[in-house]
């Protein structure tokens, strides 16, 4: 089964830059529609930002200038960078794609943003 397998988390000072990636590992070639959630501790788990398998893309208000989502659709993986990083940004991200309409989760990423 396809499963979303995250990298790139991490500590940085507040206005610094991370790079998270999420590869569609065992993907049988298809494009899915994928994104990023978060939880921050204490928080419900919330909706960061969306790219459809025709890089459509949909972001919650918070990061909307802020952070970019794109897609490489040759290595089946999403990447999210956030610039302009925030304390209120610490959160364990976690992607997901959508499989026979049905969101599969990655296992998360730890971000911590420093003030």
């Known amino acids: 089964q396809v499963q979303p397998v995250e990298s790139g988390g991490g500590l940085v000072q507040s206005g610094g830059s991370l790079r998270l990636s999420c590869a569609a590992s065992?993907?049988?070639?298809?494009?899915?529609?994928m994104g990023w959630y978060r939880q921050a501790p204490g928080k419900e788990r919330e909706l960061v930002a969306h790219?459809?398998?025709?890089?459509?893309?949909q972001y919650a208000d918070s990061v909307q200038g802020r952070f970019t989502i794109s897609r490489d659709n040759a290595k089946n993986t999403v990447f999210l960078q956030m610039n302009d990083l925030k304390p209120e940004d610490t959160a364990v991200y976690y992607c997901y794609l959508y499989l026979g309409g049905t969101r599969v989760w990655g296992q998360g990423t730890l971000v911590t943003v420093s003030s």
């Open positions: 790219i459809t398998s025709g890089a459509s893309t």
């Open positions: 065992g993907s049988d070639g298809r494009f899915y529609s």
